[in-house]
């Protein structure tokens, strides 16, 4: 079955710091990838997508790009800020009835 | 827009309660879905609604038992649930099952529930 493995932390940076939380996934067929974002006490927000291969998704300065040779979708940041504390959840959909597919989700704590 | 509303908040009900989680959507999205999320841990499958059908049950409990009564709403009913069933319960929707990007889902709040 389809499967997502992501550092699980918690991740602890300064500010301003460049952040990399890796995700790679096992699935068949052609899967559209995913991140979300938890704040505390609160449901997930869609971060990003890719719905195909060498697609780069971005938002709020954070990006991934859906890499097929490596099986991967990294999300990246160049200057993170303390408000971007929260749990990171990589995801993939294989395209069935059958919801998502998350990883264990990565804390990540930015220190000022 | 792409706003998922869940209601109430927070729940805390007993072993013998009958309460109802509510979601609603007006995104014209026909798949709609329940998670359940324990602390420190991923959303899990509950239910999958496609144009009102059930089209996936991840062999819960029928302590839970869900209903869709038209295309924006989404309802879970409890009834005799126990403390484990303590947790975070998230709705989601999308523009309806598939691929390229048409199955992108989009979370509620969640409903926070305590059972004692």
């Known amino acids: 079955g389809d499967s997502v493995t992501q550092m699980e932390g918690p991740v602890t940076l300064s500010e301003e710091a460049f952040l990399t939380i890796n995700c790679t996934y096992t699935?068949?067929?052609?899967?559209?990838l995913f991140w979300y974002v938890q704040y505390p006490g609160e449901g997930l927000q869609l971060l990003l997508k890719?719905?195909?291969?060498?697609d780069k998704g971005s938002n709020k300065g954070f990006e991934a790009t859906y890499r097929k040779e490596t099986t991967s979708f990294h999300l990246e940041k160049g200057s993170v800020q303390v408000s971007d504390s929260a749990v990171y959840f990589c995801?993939?959909?294989?395209?069935?009835?059958?919801?998502?597919?998350f990883g264990k989700g990565t804390h990540l704590i930015i220190q000022p | 827009d792409t706003e998922v509303t869940q209601t109430p908040k927070h729940l805390v009900m007993g072993m013998t309660n009958k309460k109802s989680l509510k979601c609603e959507q007006h995104?014209?999205?026909?798949?709609m879905y329940w998670y359940k999320q324990k602390a420190k841990k991923p959303p899990e499958l509950m239910f999958v609604?496609?144009?009102?059908?059930?089209?996936i049950n991840e062999s819960v409990p029928s302590r839970f038992s869900p209903e869709c009564p038209n295309s924006s709403l989404l309802n879970l009913h409890l009834h005799a649930l126990q403390p484990e069933d303590s947790a975070l319960y998230l709705c989601?929707?999308?523009?309806?099952?598939?691929?390229?990007?048409?199955?992108?889902?989009?979370f509620g709040p969640g409903t926070r529930l305590l059972v004692l």
């Open positions: 989601a929707s999308s523009s309806r099952v598939g691929s390229g990007g048409q199955e992108t889902q989009y």
């Open positions: 699935a068949t067929g052609y899967p559209s």
């Open positions: 890719a719905t195909k291969a060498d």
């Open positions: 995801a993939l959909s294989g395209g069935g009835a059958d919801g998502l597919t």
């Open positions: 995104m014209g999205h026909r798949a």
């Open positions: 609604y496609s144009y009102e059908k059930l089209s």
